[in-house]
């Protein structure tokens, strides 16, 4: 995911072929603790980072967009707050034998916002939208173990011969064309959030602006302007609208750390998207269990364009330039809050698989920069004729640091003259989709605990392969782990390709993240548990203890 946030680590392990009768409880609802005494303004007011690009489900790429989406939509499977799979507008669903057969039955009081109820037709056409080329998902190859997905994908056949079918108003047939042991995972992930047929096909592009969106999750949209702020309210008709507390939630696009951190102070904000890293010891200091920092299962790092000069065909640059980089100093001197230095695109933490590293990670840290300074020279460059590029990123101080800093590496270590440019998410992202850097700033959370999240994105003809690597020999590794069932084997494999791609330098990891929250005493809710970070507003509530100045 084209995410942006950025140790004992509790994960969700690889799901089983088991069929899933019902479950006793609810998929989300806050867990209000008996004798908590409530707020009775129940208003939730979050940082999101940025502007969302998008309320579609279909066309989310980024944890912005998916932290509000998965308040206003909900997908037939979910998460609860520790990222457990759980119910979500299916009640129960079955597998077959072969785990190529998966049958979704929804709940009888799942409704939209509007109040109609949620069909199977939906659902089909939720999915079949996934891959329909006309709506241009970043995400269209997500399901493309559902039969047929490719073939969509290219043209070849229409969306509607997706395998997906509706058997009656309240049940769902997805049949794959080869076993995928996480499909739940996927089936849970916002790309497979569920939209109303009949809304999208009535306004289009417009469906998701305030006033025509209708949707089927805790929340309905009420307010959006650029700039501004998005607001959501209850939605009456969710199916577990009796549970949630939270009535309205303010999500605030706010990508000037400090200016969010005064936000948090001034009771602006009871809930902050980060804060700033330099602040980190202090504010620990000061506000004690508000600062939250948690294992998050994702990579920060960025991509060399390997198909511009002057990374092109020149692998002992990438290379020079990735050694150059001393990764303790990013994460103690700069992150500082616990993220652990990476050389694998792959997070630490993910479930079934070892973390690869190249050899010289065992070096003195002056062998690794005699290396890099002769890989530097054996590349065509010195001193006297220094490599030259610019490095892309969205404007957040956080990353200007990191950028700084590493840039400074390059020009001591190697003599490289770096320029650095901050562009807003919106164009920052559309320009490194479309190629338009020469190294650019990346992170990716993992869509689901597997190692395929991350090493799927390097596929040479993967649409958010922002690095543009091409290896016919890797790309074959990543189908034979997708058809391998067994979880020893299949993660060898995947480790294997990952080895060879890191080998290649298409891209350079730095650190594993972890989640970086201030959160006011009186939110309750907020547990930490979920190793992607899911935050959903439905788990919320205020409690009475907030003073009148801090509203």
């Not at 302007?225 to 309210?233: F, P, S």
């Not at 002057?310 to 700069?334: G, H, Y």
């Not at 010195?382 to 700084?404: C, M, W």
């Not at 990716?444 to 690597?469: E, G, H, L, P």
């Amino acid at each position: 995911m084209a995410h942006h946030k950025f140790f004992a680590y509790t994960y969700l392990t690889s799901v089983a072929f088991l069929p899933f009768a019902s479950f006793s409880h609810s998929a989300f609802a806050a867990d209000v603790p008996p004798g908590t005494k409530l707020a009775a303004d129940q208003v939730l007011n979050v940082g999101v980072g940025s502007e969302a690009p998008s309320l579609d489900p279909q066309k989310m790429q980024d944890n912005v967009s998916s932290r509000i989406g998965e308040d206003l939509f909900e997908g037939l499977v979910s998460t609860n707050d520790a990222g457990e799979l759980v119910p979500g507008v299916a009640e129960k669903w079955d597998v077959s034998g072969d785990g190529l057969t998966y049958t979704f039955h929804l709940r009888n009081n799942a409704k939209f916002s509007d109040g109609s109820p949620i069909t199977a037709e939906d659902v089909v056409f939720s999915f079949q939208r996934i891959v329909d080329p006309k709506t241009g998902s970043t995400y269209s190859d997500f399901i493309n173990m559902v039969k047929n997905s490719n073939e969509i994908n290219e043209g070849k056949l229409k969306p509607e011969s997706l395998g997906i079918k509706a058997l009656d108003k309240k049940t769902i047939q997805i049949n794959l064309s080869r076993t995928t042991p996480f499909f739940l995972k996927l089936v849970a992930f916002h790309t497979c959030l569920i939209v109303k047929k009949e809304n999208v096909e009535k306004y289009g592009d417009k469906f998701t602006h305030p006033g025509n969106l209708v949707t089927s999750g805790a929340y309905s949209l009420k307010y959006w302007k650029v700039g501004d702020k998005i607001t959501a309210v209850r939605n009456s008709h969710y199916w577990d609208n009796s549970k949630t507390v939270i009535n309205t939630v303010n999500y605030f696009p706010i990508s000037d750390l400090n200016t969010e951190y005064q936000m948090y102070q001034t009771g602006q904000l009871d809930f902050t998207y980060e804060f700033p890293a330099d602040k980190y010891q202090m504010l620990k200091k000061t506000l004690g269990k508000e600062v939250q920092t948690n294992p998050y299962l994702s990579i920060y790092y960025f991509d060399f364009n390997n198909k511009k000069p002057p990374f092109k065909d020149n692998l002992k640059l990438r290379q020079a330039l990735s050694m150059a980089i001393d990764r303790k100093v990013i994460t103690e001197k700069i992150t500082g809050r616990g993220e652990v230095p990476s050389y694998d695109v792959v997070a630490w933490g993910t479930s079934d698989y070892k973390q690869n590293a190249p050899d010289w990670v065992k070096w003195p840290r002056e062998k690794q920069v005699a290396e890099a300074k002769r890989l530097y020279k054996e590349a065509g460059y010195s001193q006297e004729n220094p490599v030259k590029f610019n490095i892309l990123y969205n404007t957040n101080l956080q990353h200007k640091k990191i950028y700084t800093a590493i840039a400074s590496m390059w020009t001591k270590t190697l003599g490289a003259q770096v320029t650095l440019e901050n562009k807003e998410w919106k164009v920052f992202i559309q320009d490194r989709l479309d190629g338009n850097f020469q190294v650019a700033r990346d992170g990716w959370i993992a869509d689901y605990n597997d190692a395929s999240s991350f090493t799927d994105m390097f596929q040479t003809k993967y649409k958010q392969n922002n690095s543009k690597y091409a290896n016919k020999k890797y790309d074959a590794l990543i189908v034979e782990a997708a058809n391998e069932m067994n979880l020893r084997k299949r993660a060898e494999i995947l480790q294997k390709a990952s080895a060879i791609m890191m080998n290649d330098y298409p891209a350079v990891p730095l650190f594993t993240y972890v989640t970086t929250h201030l959160v006011k005493p009186y939110v309750g809710g907020y547990t930490g548990l979920n190793s992607q970070d899911k935050q959903k507003s439905q788990y919320f509530y205020i409690t009475n203890r907030q003073t009148t100045a801090e509203r």
